[in-house]
């Protein structure tokens, strides 16, 4: 199973772009980059899903480099709401979710 | 937009005592997972079940817990006797296929024992 490291803890400004790297060093071929959101005492959310080069939804992008050993999900635009914990999770093969301890980002008016 | 729901949304047990979490997964999918985290840790899996069976469970699923679907639509999660250390949410998911499919949590059930 892949290990995720990512910073504990980040501060932004309202409006500013945030960008969040994740390494996996030991991604396997068959693995997808999840990337989860949780505000204190609620369920992880979806936000967005990636195997390499460019993803983007509504809410935030994802781009993984060629070598897939690092991914980076970037917020446009944050607001207050989203202060919270982004998590970085390595989807393979196994059903589970393996969270790690996620980024705190604190967003500041 | 569909989503997991979950009952209750707090419960207060006494240690001892055997309590049962009720989870509604999102209708057409046919993945269920149970999560848990205690406060301030990190979120952690409990068990998978798929077609009426667990698929995978972790070390933390020891005999004092079970799971079920009694019906179309519900899964449950018990714990024969609770423990003070069972004390944490616990997050049912659900997943439309397995693997790399996303699991979609709902808001959790707070466990309290005294």
């Known amino acids: 199973l892949a290990k995720t490291t990512q910073p504990i803890s980040m501060d932004s400004y309202e409006g500013q772009e945030v960008n969040i790297t994740c390494s996996h060093n030991?991604?396997?071929?068959?693995?997808?980059i999840t990337w989860y959101q949780q505000f204190p005492s609620q369920g992880p959310r979806f936000i967005i899903q990636g195997y390499k080069t460019k993803v983007t939804n509504e809410v935030a992008s994802l781009f993984i480099p060629a070598d897939r050993k690092s991914s980076t999900l970037s917020l446009p635009r944050v607001s207050l709401s989203d202060t919270a914990v982004y998590y970085c999770?390595?989807?393979?093969?196994?059903?589970?979710?393996?969270f790690g301890s996620g980024t705190q980002l604190t967003v500041l008016p | 937009e569909p989503e997991v729901t979950q009952t209750p949304s707090h419960q207060v047990t006494q240690m001892g005592q055997e309590v049962i979490l009720r989870c509604v997964p999102i209708?057409?999918?046919?993945?269920f997972y149970w999560y848990r985290q205690i406060l301030g840790q990190k979120v952690e899996f409990l068990v998978s079940f798929y077609n009426n069976e667990i698929s995978e469970k972790s070390e933390i699923f020891d005999d004092q817990f079970s799971v079920e679907r009694p019906d179309g639509s519900n899964f449950t999660l018990k714990i024969r006797s609770t423990k003070l250390e069972d004390s944490a949410m616990y997050f049912c998911a659900s997943s439309e296929r397995a693997d790399t499919d996303t699991q979609y949590f709902g808001p959790g059930t707070r466990l309290t024992v005294l």
């Open positions: 999770l390595v989807q393979g093969s196994a059903r589970q979710l393996t």
């Open positions: 209708s057409n999918h046919l993945y």
């Open positions: 030991n991604i396997a071929t068959n693995d997808y």
